[in-house]
């Protein structure tokens, strides 16, 4: 039980850390420049370089799933068991709206706000299921032939991903929670944060405006 315990800490600890490192990347490229290229190689270069940096040093202990998708697979492979699964599914969705709210924290924007950007269609689903099935063919392949270059792997993988594919959660709640945080104007930020029409509903509800600290519930908009 300790040893389960350490690991979820580490999933728990390495999710925030990665889901911080999207979410505070994009607000900083977008604030840096209004070139959508720029912006999104600003935010997948980190993320890249994140992954890298927490697969070296939390793999050892939990195996850095950092992902449901990667966690389920593993669980059908009876790699771990699925106590563990339950386990590390959990705190990596509480890990990723926990990097979230630390990132929006540094960048004092809201740090609870429902976002409008519609993602949805046919396309969207199969970018997912083609980023999730590149991501779990990329470390089966890795642990397979070159488990010791999977960081690289992975980093590499993700980073050109978020340029072939129009994913952007890659099957992980975690980042799904993350994105869904965001709210962007249709002019600013990188495509990926980008209402996919002026007129999508905008919701916001329990907004605590960072750093005033007060709680209150706008009436929806259409815009």
Same mark, same amino acid.
């Given at each position: 039980?300790?040893?389960?315990?350490?690991?979820?800490?580490?999933?728990?600890?390495?999710?925030?850390?990665?889901?911080?490192?999207?979410?505070?990347?994009?607000?900083?490229?977008?604030?840096?420049?209004?070139?959508?290229?720029?912006?999104?190689?600003?935010?997948?270069?980190?993320?890249?370089?994140?992954?890298?940096?927490?697969?070296?040093?939390?793999?050892?202990?939990?195996?850095?799933?950092?992902?449901?998708?990667?966690?389920?697979?593993?669980?059908?492979?009876?790699?771990?068991?699925?106590?563990?699964?339950?386990?590390?599914?959990?705190?990596?969705?509480?890990?990723?709206?926990?990097?979230?709210?630390?990132?929006?924290?540094?960048?004092?924007?809201?740090?609870?706000?429902?976002?409008?950007?519609?993602?949805?269609?046919?396309?969207?689903?199969?970018?997912?299921?083609?980023?999730?099935?590149?991501?779990?063919?990329?470390?089966?392949?890795?642990?397979?032939?070159?488990?010791?270059?999977?960081?690289?792997?992975?980093?590499?993988?993700?980073?050109?991903?978020?340029?072939?594919?129009?994913?952007?959660?890659?099957?992980? +709640?975690?980042?799904?929670?993350? @994105?869904?945080? *965001?709210? #962007?104007? =249709? %002019?600013?930020?990188?495509?990926?944060? $980008? &209402? /996919?029409? +002026?007129?999508?509903?905008?919701? @916001?509800?329990? *907004?605590? #405006?960072? =750093? %005033?600290?007060?709680?209150?519930?706008? $009436? &929806? /908009?259409?815009?």
């Amino acid at each position: 039980m300790t040893d389960l315990r350490r690991r979820l800490a580490a999933e728990a600890l390495g999710t925030a850390m990665l889901v911080a490192t999207v979410v505070g990347s994009g607000i900083m490229a977008s604030r840096l420049t209004g070139d959508a290229a720029l912006s999104l190689l600003g935010n997948t270069i980190p993320t890249g370089a994140m992954l890298v940096v927490l697969i070296t040093t939390l793999g050892p202990v939990s195996g850095a799933h950092f992902n449901p998708a990667v966690t389920l697979v593993f669980g059908l492979r009876r790699d771990i068991g699925w106590l563990a699964v339950l386990g590390y599914i959990t705190v990596q969705i509480v890990g990723g709206l926990a990097g979230t709210l630390v990132a929006h924290a540094m960048f004092e924007l809201p740090l609870l706000e429902v976002a409008a950007t519609v993602r949805s269609g046919q396309g969207q689903w199969l970018a997912e299921l083609v980023a999730s099935f590149g991501l779990v063919f990329t470390i089966l392949a890795g642990l397979r032939f070159r488990g010791d270059a999977i960081p690289w792997l992975v980093g590499l993988y993700i980073t050109s991903a978020y340029w072939f594919t129009a994913s952007t959660c890659f099957a992980n +709640p975690a980042v799904a929670i993350a @994105r869904a945080s *965001r709210i #962007r104007s =249709p %002019a600013s930020g990188p495509p990926m944060f $980008r &209402p /996919s029409s +002026p007129r999508s509903w905008r919701v @916001r509800c329990f *907004r605590w #405006r960072w =750093p %005033a600290g007060c709680w209150r519930i706008p $009436r &929806p /908009s259409l815009r």
